[in-house]
């Protein structure tokens, strides 16, 4: 990625909606060639999706709650069918397999305790669990999707031809 890749990727973390118009000039380039560098970082898996940020509490799943899980088993077998059926549960936003003294990590969006209860008790009787230990989030201090970008990508070259 050069400059003006990063400049585009940077624009399209903060605001999406943003017209080809709009970020063509503020990248410094006609519509055609900054579309075709858009296309090219989708194409290249930079750009993922675009999609819609929504307040929690505003739909009604306002708790988040931390759950750390360890297993006793680790084989490929026991790991694909809890990815399985953990990726299932529309309550995990984010699912984890983690270093250290936890194997994984969930964050789950649920309306309310009781509604948590519900998910703990779904979750253990998925398999067989270890530990599971629940961290309720008090207040959410700061919760972006923006990754920062360095000065230069250390990332894979976007449309660099081998030589």
């Given amino acids: 990625m050069d400059a003006i890749d990063r400049k585009i990727v940077v624009l399209l973390q903060e605001d999406a909606s943003l017209s080809l118009a709009q970020i063509a000039h503020r990248v410094g380039l006609s519509q055609s060639p900054c579309w075709k560098r858009i296309q090219r970082l989708e194409k290249a898996g930079v750009i ?25 088993d680790h084989s490929s077998a026991w790991l694909g069918k809890f990815a399985q059926t953990v990726t299932a549960m529309p309550e995990v936003m984010e699912f984890h397999r983690m270093a250290g003294d936890i194997d994984y990590m969930l964050r789950v969006a649920v309306p309310d305790m009781q509604a948590y209860d519900g998910f703990y008790k779904r979750l253990i009787d998925t398999m067989p669990l270890k530990n599971v230990t629940s961290r309720f989030s008090m207040e959410r201090v700061k919760s972006t999707t923006a990754y920062p970008l360095p000065a230069e990508s250390r990332g894979p070259a976007v449309g660099k031809k081998k030589r």
């Fill in 48 to 72: 993922l999706k675009r999609v819609a940020l929504i307040s929690p509490e505003s739909i009604g799943v306002g708790l988040t709650v931390f759950v750390s899980i360890e297993t006793g």
